[in-house]
């Protein structure tokens, strides 16, 4: 494998149902993204691990929960979703230098996505 | 927050022509990106910038990192059917503390380029 992998590419859940969707970067990188995609709207960022920390959380529902156990892995855990949750979710890794406490990051790697839909 | 203006939002071209499509922002980048994006797939990057006045080639695509730093253009030349899907461009800063959001990049709300055989 390649650049970034993303599984399922296709998901259809109910309101009740717990999924997760696994990324994994074969880049070497070592922070990573999820972003949501909905139609006609900008891509929006909704979690970033640098070096395995959570640095940015855009106040995205708790029924969406991140987990990122090293590196080159990081997953989306969804329950109780709504139907406008429903979109294409992906994931991206970049690199990113630290130094005196600040980040210089690298351009992102996007992967193919997951499509979810939510009945 | 930021926002990046993306225009135009949809363009419908006859194959061959050339296409331009652009990015402002409000605030100023240190890095300026261009995606494209197929049906059903993430964005791949195309382009990146990382000076202002900076312009790079890649292939029939050039882009440019504006001199104020606020600004961004991509343009294609002699298009083709496969140059059909949506364009992003993105802008990001850079050097700041581990934990500030303003490293993470902003998107544009995309060009989706439809390509007339």
């Known amino acids: 494998e390649t650049g970034v992998t993303q599984t399922p590419r296709h998901l259809v859940m109910g309101m009740t149902n717990k999924k997760s969707l696994k990324c994994e970067q074969h880049?070497?990188?070592?922070?990573m993204y999820w972003y949501k995609q909905s139609a006609k709207k900008p891509l929006e960022l909704m979690f970033v691990y640098s070096l395995e920390e959570r640095v940015e959380n855009n106040s995205v529902p708790s029924r969406f929960s991140p987990e990122c156990p090293n590196s080159s892995h990081l997953f989306l855990h969804l329950h109780t979703l709504q139907p406008e949750d429903s979109a294409l979710y992906l994931c991206?890794?970049?690199?990113?230098?630290?130094?005196?406490?600040?980040?210089?990051?690298?351009?992102?790697?996007f992967g193919p996505g997951t499509r979810l839909t939510v009945l | 927050g930021q926002q990046l203006n993306q225009s135009p939002q949809s363009m419908f071209i006859q194959e061959g022509e050339d296409v331009s499509m652009n990015c402002t922002s409000s605030?100023?980048?240190?890095?300026w990106l261009w995606y494209k994006q197929d049906p059903g797939e993430g964005p791949v990057l195309l382009i990146a910038l990382y000076k202002a006045g900076e312009l790079t080639s890649n292939g029939r695509l050039t882009a440019q990192f504006g001199i104020t730093r606020k600004d961004s253009f991509l343009n294609i030349s002699a298009s083709i059917p496969s140059d059909v899907g949506i364009y992003f461009c993105?802008?990001?800063?850079?050097?700041?503390?581990?934990?500030?959001?303003?490293?993470?990049?902003?998107f544009g709300g995309g060009t989706r380029l439809m390509v007339k055989p």
């Open positions: 993105a802008g990001q800063h850079n050097n700041r503390p581990n934990n500030n959001a303003g490293n993470m990049l902003t």
């Open positions: 605030s100023i980048f240190n890095t």
């Open positions: 880049l070497g990188h070592n922070a």
């Open positions: 991206a890794s970049s690199q990113v230098w630290i130094s005196g406490g600040r980040a210089d990051y690298n351009e992102q790697f």
